[in-house]
């Protein structure tokens, strides 16, 4: 499917569930077991909860509900395909670590799978079972751990200068498939699936947090120098580019803080409502990259506050190949080049708005004048 149509279509990923299936919601919102379904807010007939979306991206709006409910999480629930998004930091740890294991499967919408046809065959959308745990295993030693990161490094230097030899991200899936070791066989629509999931996921997260970081950077020059490791965090905090992570499913009806999710409920954790929860941030939004100088607050799905990469078994597995490339990239446009905006423009002119692609990222394109500072060295 061409891209654009997938670009077009992943926003009614978010806001599909909640247009048909919410009708019901006050229905059922009574006890079940003697736990209450989550609060839900007010719907219509036929479009359910769509007109709460209206005018905003998916995860303000629904961070919105979730304060205008005043509840730990709004729910929106129906007969065929109920919907949850977790907005505290407790709820998300509850989904993502105390009741993990429940919500480990991934959520396949009837848009879901439209848009990615082979989208079980991969990591990303594989059910939770044996082939998922087997490809993710073979993801995250032979292709993300920090060995394999930094051989993929040493691979494209040596492309570069001419002379191969190093296996990359195909050739391993390859020779995984032909040594043919494993408990489930690896097929080559397997191999297809796990290339695109790569390519796509790695690269296009990476390129928007880009893109935020030197945004952020124009509205706050006094940082670009000095912090970059924090420069990173904090831009992820303010703009996960996967705001309500991927979706999960409920495998079996459970409580999450005193409430009952049922089977088979779509859940979004919102992660971006979370890292900007005053309960747990001073000034939660404005850009403070020095608040992780002191803290012990990380990205590695143990603090429920701060999740861009999700927590528990599905937990993003190529954090250190992001985290390095990132830093890579950044270190080299910040030691090359000082960057300044456009003539006649300020800071104050920068159009933060999102825009929801296949990640959250910034609508209006970025113009900056890059000026040369240290000059590589062929151009010397
Ligand atoms: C800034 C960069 C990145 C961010 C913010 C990010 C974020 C995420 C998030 C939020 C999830 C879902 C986690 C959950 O459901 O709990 C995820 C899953 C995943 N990510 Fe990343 N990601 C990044 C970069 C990468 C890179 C570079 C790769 C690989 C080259 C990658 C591969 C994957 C895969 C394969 C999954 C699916 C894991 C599964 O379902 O078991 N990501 N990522």
């Known amino acids: 499917m061409a891209l654009p149509v997938l670009l077009l279509l992943i926003p009614l990923l978010a806001i ?191 390129a928007t947090v880009l893109q935020w970081i030197m945004a952020e950077l124009m509205l706050n020059p006094r940082v670009m120098q000095k912090y970059m490791h924090l420069v990173i965090k904090e831009t992820l905090r303010l703009h996960p580019p996967a705001p309500l992570l991927f979706p999960r499913e409920c495998r079996s009806e459970c409580q999450v803080l005193g409430f009952t999710v049922p089977k088979d409920a779509m859940v979004l954790v919102n992660a971006w409502a979370i890292s900007r929860d005053p309960k747990h941030w001073d000034m939660p939004e404005e850009f403070v990259p020095e608040r992780f100088e002191n803290s012990k607050i990380d990205f590695k799905g143990t603090d429920f506050e701060y999740t861009p990469f999700g927590a528990g078994r599905r937990m993003c597995p190529g954090i250190a190949f992001a985290f390095v490339n990132m830093e890579l990239i950044l270190a080299s446009l910040l030691y090359h080049f000082d960057w300044e905006l456009p003539c006649g423009m300020e800071a104050a002119d920068l159009d933060m708005t999102e825009e929801l692609g296949v990640t959250v990222r910034r609508l209006q394109d970025l113009d900056l004048v890059p000026v040369v500072r240290v000059p590589l060295p062929s151009c010397r």
């Open 16 to 206: 599909v569930p909640f247009v048909c299936l919410c009708r019901v919601a006050s229905r059922r919102r009574g006890c079940r077991d003697g736990a209450p379904l989550p609060l839900s807010p007010w719907a219509i007939h036929v479009i359910g909860h769509l007109h709460h979306l209206a005018g905003a991206l998916p995860h303000r709006a629904m961070r919105d509900l979730a304060r205008r409910a005043t509840a730990r999480s709004c729910c929106s629930a129906s007969a065929s395909s109920p919907s949850s998004s977790p907005s505290s930091a407790d709820a998300a740890r509850e989904v993502m670590r105390a009741r993990d294991l429940n919500f480990a499967t991934r959520s396949m919408s009837r848009t879901v799978r439209l848009a990615f046809p082979s989208g079980t065959e991969g990591i990303i959308f594989a059910p939770y079972g044996e082939e998922w745990r087997q490809m993710r295993k073979v993801c995250t030693v032979e292709l993300l751990s920090a060995r394999r990161v930094q051989s993929f490094w040493e691979h494209e230097e040596s492309t570069a200068a001419g002379n191969g030899g190093k296996e990359d991200l195909l050739d391993v899936l390859l020779r995984i498939q032909r040594e043919g070791d494993l408990q489930v066989p690896i097929t080559t629509d397997n191999i297809k699936s796990v290339v695109g999931d790569m390519l796509g996921t790695g690269s296009e997260t990476v």
